[in-house]
């Protein structure tokens, strides 16, 4: 089976997640607390696992491998079926570029480790520290939102789900625990109000985890 280092609130984690319920595979979550006793993440059999000391971790029999888009490209070329990135060479690109809007835009700005750096070592206050989240999410949203009035059916591109919906997905889900407004982006509110009336989707949120708190 495979084994996934998740932690239930990490939107990498939460991707990846995603792209295996879509895929239709069976696995088990390894639960990792990103913040309980400094965070396990640093723990040294830990990071024999990952010498990035982040989730999440890949386990497919002996095969290990980190980084959330590397992850959902393997699962997309050894389960091919239904596909994450489908049709032609340049639909494709499409998607990809959608997915690293959020994963080189976005994401990296506002996870966990610059949070602490801007607060612990920098000094911001958390209104600072919200404004910047907003910031750079509003960003990303904004240039997402545009793409899509090129791309957008019921998903992110056309109409059915890709990897661009397992990267948007967990960046609204970050969004709104941060009190920021999705009506100013119909299209992304759109796309989302649909992903969540599908299973796969619902099964990895954040809230349905085994490492979820009560």
């Avoid at 992850?71 to 690109?93: C, M, N, V, W």
């Avoid at 959020?102 to 607060?119: C, K």
């Avoid at 999410?137 to 990897?163: C, H, M, N, R, W």
Wanted: with cysteine; glycine share 4%.
């Amino acid at each position: 089976m495979i084994k996934l280092y998740s932690y239930f609130r990490s939107s990498c984690s939460y991707r990846v997640r995603i792209a295996l319920n879509l895929k239709g595979l069976d696995y088990e979550i390894l639960p990792v607390h990103l913040v309980k006793d400094g965070g396990e993440q640093f723990k040294p059999e830990f990071q024999e696992i990952n010498p990035q000391s982040r989730v999440p971790v890949l386990l497919d029999d002996s095969f290990e491998l980190f980084q959330s888009m590397a992850i959902i490209e393997y699962l997309d070329e050894k389960h091919q079926r239904p596909s994450l990135f489908p049709g032609t060479a340049q639909e494709r690109a499409h998607i990809r570029k959608l997915c690293e809007i959020i994963n080189a835009d976005v994401q990296p700005l506002q996870n966990l480790r610059v949070l602490t750096h801007l607060v612990d070592e920098l000094g911001a206050s958390e209104e600072q520290k919200l404004q910047w989240i907003r910031t750079w999410i509003g960003q990303g949203f904004a240039s997402y939102e545009a793409v899509l009035q090129e791309t957008a059916g019921k998903f992110s591109f056309g109409d059915q789900p890709t990897a661009a919906d397992c990267f948007l997905i967990p960046q609204i889900y970050n969004a709104l625990r941060f009190d920021m407004d999705l009506d100013i982006y119909p299209l992304i509110s759109k796309v989302y109000n649909h992903c969540k009336s599908i299973e796969a989707f619902e099964k990895a949120h954040p809230g349905n985890q085994p490492d979820t708190p009560a």
